[in-house]
């Protein structure tokens, strides 16, 4: 691939497309953001002025969008796809319904679009290193067309199955990801409330049968682990406002697949709450801060 177009440039689009440019391969970018644009023309992209202007010459389609709506207006209301040229493989990396995913995926099947669902897994940190999983759903054959641009930006590929699969996979991890965070950090503070360092009482429960991957990559309280956001002060990361947005889809899911998750609806009141105090725009991790403050 000679260039490849690159729509939504935030914590983990920017990151994805420097990766790519790095690799050799040019960038056409585009945001909303002016912010975001000025950044990805100092890393040296083809920053545009439309979302339409990002398919020129382009081998390979890139969407990393905040949420449903963003999706449906770009590809169904702005009509993108109409504009996308049937040589472009659309790797759709939002995090966003399954049902949204479908219905877009089955607009670009009409138009003889290749598209797949790509949701990834490993947060900023594994943007900026390069080491993000690809969860994806859609064509297997499409897939293959797309696995360089996946082996750029990550280490772990993995087919989930037909259009909307990669959603639902996704949407299951992060509900999952969503209740040990807040046990890990439930648990650390109970431990410090009687007594523990709290890095000697992760150590013990990170090697035993409470080991989780909150305590062996992303520790939620301040200071036990270096270089993860609960040591400098929750900032950057994964966002509580996203974290939510991720559990009212994962209860949508539930709901219209009469699934029992009563975890998942506690870890979403939890989360709830965290964004109502004003902490939205902070890690997930400070979740920590409702058992502590």
Not at 16 to 29: F, H, R, T, V
Not at 30 to 48: P, Q
Not at 260 to 275: R, V
């Amino acid at each position: 691939m000679k260039r490849v177009g690159f729509i939504g440039l935030g914590n983990m689009g920017l990151p994805m497309a420097s990766n790519i440019l790095k690799a050799g391969i040019e960038i056409n970018a585009f945001d909303l953001s002016v912010y975001a644009m000025l950044k990805a023309d100092e890393l040296g992209m083809k920053t545009k002025n439309t979302a339409s202007e990002v398919l020129e010459n382009i081998d390979a389609l890139i969407t990393m969008l905040p949420n449903d709506m963003a999706v449906e207006n770009i590809f169904l209301k702005e009509n993108l796809l109409g504009e996308i040229n049937k040589d472009i493989i659309v790797i759709e990396s939002s995090t966003i319904s399954p049902q949204v995913t479908k219905k877009v995926s089955k607009e670009a099947a009409k138009m003889d679009i290749a598209m797949l669902d790509a949701p990834v897994s490993g947060g900023v940190k594994g943007a900026e290193l390069g080491t993000l999983t690809f969860i994806v759903g859609g064509n297997d054959e499409h897939l293959k067309k797309a696995t360089p641009l996946f082996e750029i930006m990550g280490d772990k590929t993995f087919y989930a199955g037909p259009s909307g699969s990669g959603q639902v996979a996704k949407l299951c991890n992060n509900m999952l990801l969503a209740i040990h965070m807040c046990g890990t950090a439930e648990t650390i503070a109970m431990g410090v409330n009687n007594g523990m360092d709290p890095a000697i009482l992760s150590e013990i429960m990170k090697n035993s049968s409470g080991g989780n991957w909150s305590l062996e990559k992303y520790n939620p309280f301040p200071g036990v682990m270096d270089e993860v956001p609960a040591s400098n002060n929750y900032s950057g990361g994964f966002l509580n406002s996203l974290m939510l947005k991720d559990l009212n889809l994962a209860e949508e899911l539930a709901t219209q697949s009469e699934s029992n998750t009563p975890l998942g609806k506690l870890a979403k009141e939890l989360y709830q709450e965290l964004n109502n105090q004003g902490f939205e725009n902070l890690d997930f991790s400070s979740i920590q801060k409702s058992y502590l403050d």
